[in-house]
């Protein structure tokens, strides 16, 4: 072969390989654009990626930085410790260097799965659009995942005609693997996180206190789906043959995987436990039915009461003044329009008022023979009070949810066997 620059040997070589300059790119992590730079003599390739590309081409360094390669009768076949060594080194280089870039990559999604939330929350606490926000961070929540996959899909065919032994190239799947279920945990927590802006008004964004409660609660509940589901995957990876295992690592993770599927269970089962009791509390003891209101036991004192003219804080003051009707059309006054009675157990009115307060949300009382006192009156504020509340009690079933998880989460780790090399 005529003498060439190093730049045309690689040119050659790599048409003669059938390889297109992206295919050599991809084996080289480097730009399709860069190998067309070194093929037109504009640059040359890195020292440290020559024995790279000299083991790809099955060529000797030598060769390639003389832009030519030997005569055939002075070629030596790459036998010997030696170049056993040289190869293996090479290897374990393009394993390093690959294994780097896509770690590099997993941060770049996570990156992305910040911004996610970061839009997210934007739409929803500073618009209140708190549908959009979700629905704007699934976005990048998805794209995140998305590239991720696909990342891992290039690293993995980076390595595969590396001539790596069947150890060595589990070894970086598992790497690899393990990295990629990494990344996507962050990208699910975040997604659990918002996902209770999706079940607000589209147009009502969701406050800062309800977000931290359901979003923490939520992302739990996703990361504790997310991990199932990773534990059936991880079998059926290794069932297919996509990593393998020695006798150690098959002692241990045969005990590792019956660890998770016992704390599993016992996880589910307290989960399920508290979420039955918080939904028990909910519905026992809800807003409504745990107001303490004031209580009357004259007529007089609750008639009082009932006719302070106090707007409803919870609706707009309006200036439109009403006009009221009786029963045959006949205009009435309001006073007459606002008279109001109460009855006894034998429908016998035992107190009449005018009903100008419209801060009272509920009047509760017992009918009975010729009384129905005493008589407790909720108004608005003691509604507010009561869904204090059982905001408090919503926050501490949240927090429960949350403990529970990282109870288990710690037993794990402490009762885990790890795998120690020889």
């Known amino acids: 072969m005529e003498k060439k620059t190093i730049g045309a040997l690689i040119a050659a070589l790599r048409k003669a390989n059938g390889m297109t300059q992206r295919d050599l790119a991809d084996r080289l992590h480097v730009s399709d654009k860069t190998v067309s730079r070194w093929e037109r003599d504009e640059g040359t390739p890195d020292l440290a990626l020559i024995p790279v590309i000299a083991e790809i081409f099955c060529v000797s360094c030598d060769e390639l930085l003389r832009g030519e390669r030997k005569p055939p009768e002075d070629r030596s076949a790459p036998e010997g410790e030696n170049a056993t060594a040289k190869g293996e080194k090479q290897r374990q280089w393009l394993l390093k260097s690959t294994l780097s870039s896509y770690q590099t990559q997993c941060y770049y999604t996570m990156l992305l799965s910040a911004i996610g939330l970061i839009c997210a929350l934007i739409c929803n606490l500073a618009f209140l659009k708190a549908v959009l926000g979700f629905l704007l961070g699934a976005i990048f929540f998805l794209s995140s995942i998305i590239f991720l996959l696909i990342m891992k899909n290039q690293a993995f065919l980076s390595v595969e005609d590396a001539g790596l032994d069947a150890q060595s190239l589990s070894a970086f799947h598992r790497r690899v693997l393990k990295l990629s279920e990494q990344s996507i945990a962050l990208t699910v927590g975040l997604t659990g996180f918002t996902f209770p802006m999706l079940l607000v008004d589209a147009h009502v964004g969701l406050g800062m206190t309800g977000l931290l409660i359901y979003g923490a609660t939520s992302a739990a509940a996703f990361l504790v789906a997310y991990a199932v589901i990773c534990y059936f995957v991880n079998a059926s990876l290794l069932k297919r043959g996509l990593y393998i295992l020695n ?84 205009e009435i006054s309001q006073d007459e329009a606002l008279i109001a009675t109460l009855e006894d157990q034998h429908g016998k009115v035992v107190c009449s008022y005018i009903d100008r307060n419209k801060s009272v949300i509920s009047i509760r009382y017992v009918p009975q023979e010729g009384t129905i006192l005493p008589i407790t009156v909720c108004t608005q504020q003691d509604l507010i009070e009561a869904q204090n509340k059982v905001a408090i009690r919503n926050l501490a079933f949240g927090a429960t949810y949350c403990l529970e998880v990282v109870v288990i989460l710690l037993l794990y780790v402490k009762k885990r066997k790890k795998y120690v090399s020889p």
Request: contains cysteine; charged residues 20%; glycine residues 4%.
């Open 247 to 330: 006798d150690a690592e098959t002692a241990v993770y045969r005990h590792n995987h019956s660890l998770k599927r016992i704390l599993a269970i016992i996880l589910v089962v307290l989960l399920a436990v508290t979420c039955l009791t918080h939904m028990a509390a909910t519905e026992i003891w809800g807003p409504y039915s745990i107001m303490d209101g004031t209580t009357f036991d004259d007529y007089e004192s609750f008639i009082t009461f009932m006719e302070q003219d106090i707007p409803n804080s919870q609706s707009p003051d309006t200036q439109i003044k009403e006009i009221y009707f009786d029963e045959n059309g006949n």
